[in-house]
T-cell receptor, first 116, second 111 residues
Framework: AQKITQTQPGMFVQEKEAVTLDCTYD???????LFWYKQPSSGEMIFLIY??????QNATEGRYSLNFQKARKSANLVISASQLGDSAMYFC?????????????FGQGTTLQVKP | NAGVTQTPKFQVLKTGQSMTLQCAQD?????MYWYRQDPGMGLRLIYY???????DKGEVPNGYNVSRLNKREFSLRLESAAPSQTSVYFC??????????FGEGSRLTVL
């Protein structure tokens, strides 16, 4: 079965430092795209950033960027200048095959704690 | 700006009871989804509906039924609740292959 893997159950980072959250996928579908979501302790799911497989450059949204490496099948989220409000759970997600079904599957998540 | 609205927010059931989680979206999205979230498991897809009148199973459909009542509404029914269905349930909708828009979640406890 298709899998999205987040190997870091928990991460710590010092405030104002950068942190990378790992995500690997196993799809070979050329039309896949990768999403990242944030879930703070309040529970809502917040969309952060998207990377399409045909995008020429890594996606960037403010302090969030994607380090997309097709050969390694990884789409790591980089958060620069961490803030206390970045403490949350982060999920990577991918279109399940076949991608035209619209199903989106998620990794297990990484809990990030930002230390003051 | 309601987005995706799901009810109830909290529910406690006894084993064997039935209930329906309601979901409605006002963004005119064709696709709607039900996920469950359990500690250490991420979000797992229960059922989804690619368009009005169609539904399909996701990763963990056993014990659940769904109804796509119209383009706006997608309900999830537990016919005979079991403790293993204790979870947080999220409804979501999606425009094409763009990002998912989530409801606030429904916390269900089955005793």
């Amino acid at each position: 079965a298709q899998k999205i893997t987040q190997t870091q159950p928990g991460m710590f980072v010092q405030e104002k430092e950068a942190v990378t959250l790992d995500c690997t996928y196993d799809t070979s579908d050329p039309s896949y795209g990768l999403f990242w979501y944030k879930q703070p302790s309040s529970g809502e799911m917040i969309f952060l950033i998207y990377q399409g497989s045909y995008d020429q450059q890594n996606a960037t949204e403010g302090r969030y960027s994607l380090n997309f490496q097709k050969a390694r099948k990884s789409a790591n989220l980089v958060i620069s200048a961490s803030q206390l409000g970045d403490s949350a759970m982060y999920f990577c997600a991918d279109n399940a095959l076949p991608s035209n079904t619209g199903k989106l599957i998620f990794g297990q998540g990484t809990t990030l704690q930002v230390k003051p | 700006n309601a987005g995706v609205t799901q009810t109830p927010k909290f529910q406690v059931l006894k084993t064997g009871q039935s209930m329906t989680l309601q979901c409605a979206q006002d963004m005119n999205h064709n696709s709607m989804y039900w996920y469950r979230q359990d500690p250490g498991m991420g979000l797992r897809l229960i059922y989804y509906s690619a368009s009005e009148g169609t539904t399909d199973k996701g990763e963990v459909p056993n014990g659940y039924n769904v109804s796509r009542l119209n383009k706006r509404e997608f309900s999830l029914r537990l016919e005979s609740a079991a403790p293993s269905q204790t979870s947080v349930y999220f409804c979501a909708s999606r425009p094409g292959l763009g990002e998912l828009f989530f409801g606030e979640g429904s916390r269900l406890t089955v005793l």
